[in-house]
């Protein structure tokens, strides 16, 4: 549902993506500290891991990393929805048609997506670095073969700059690419689908808001267990700091050699349960921020 105008898919954007980032924070540290275990496998399962993060506190255990992504995700999500809208107006043809076409739908968010891939790539890395690097109480040492351990984001990205420049904060884009393009494209689908399905059949209040939480909750669910094994590869490829790893393909024949394939879906669960209310607050508070101004500005 895009804005006649730009700016507003720009500004619900923003909003929608914080609400959504700090809802889900938690449940992507433990993801990520899931993905990035090495040899071995610490923990026993989600419930070991969540046990583990939770000695360490919320601030420095759940919301390890929040500040980088929080600070510049309200720019990404902007990015994302405000691409989003206005290739979306592009494609239709028909101004006075009231829904859009549900491949144009798929269309603009895969070009969102890519859109947001200069922004999120960087985020992304540092965040994943610091939630990776949360001790194991069984070892004492962190998550992965890393020998670095990092206070804080911004010492974080000047290890990355220093060893590796502008560009490594890229690391991982590949991975990153071939899993934001397509799953936006699916995300935005499946919530425009279901949320027409349910306001049709009456399965929402006056306002729609059932129908916004529950399809993008499922959408977002839907969507992340379909690109689950990328999620994977992205995680423990950027969490190697001691140069394991020549590369992403290289990241993911030794995972296979590690694990099978079983080993491309671990953190699947908890991905999946965290991506219900991300999605469902992002896009609720997305639609909801859209119609607000839409109405008063």
Known sequence: MPSDTIIHDYI???????????????????????????????????????K???SFGWIRGFYRGLSWPLVSFGVVNSVFFGVYGHVLKTLESDREKRTSSYFNIYISGCVGGAAQL??????DYIKTALQSQIPHEVTGAASGANRQYFKGPLQCAKAI???????GFYKGGVAMGLREIPSYGIYCLSFEVLNAEMKTRGLTDERGVIASLVSGGIAGSLT???????????????????????????????LYKEG???????????????????????????????KYFEKHF
């Open 12 to 50: 619900a954007g923003a909003i929608g993506g914080a609400a959504g980032l700090v809802v889900g924070h938690p449940f992507d540290t433990t993801k990520v500290q899931l993905q990035t275990q090495h040899h071995g496998h610490q923990y026993r399962g989600t419930l070991d891991a969540i």
């Open 161 to 167: 700059f220093k060893e590796r420049g502008i560009m």
């Open 224 to 254: 992340w267990a379909s690109i689950i094994p990328f999620d994977v590869i992205k995680s423990r490829y950027q969490a190697d700091f001691a140069g394991e790893y020549q590369g992403f393909l290289h990241c993911a024949r030794c």
């Open 52 to 54: 583990n993060i939770h």
């Open 118 to 123: 200069v922004f999120v790539v960087p985020v």
């Open 260 to 290: 099978g394939v079983r080993i491309f879906y671990t953190g699947c669960l908890v991905t999946c349960l965290r991506a219900f209310p991300v999605n469902a607050v992002t896009f609720t508070v997305y639609t909801h921020s859209l």
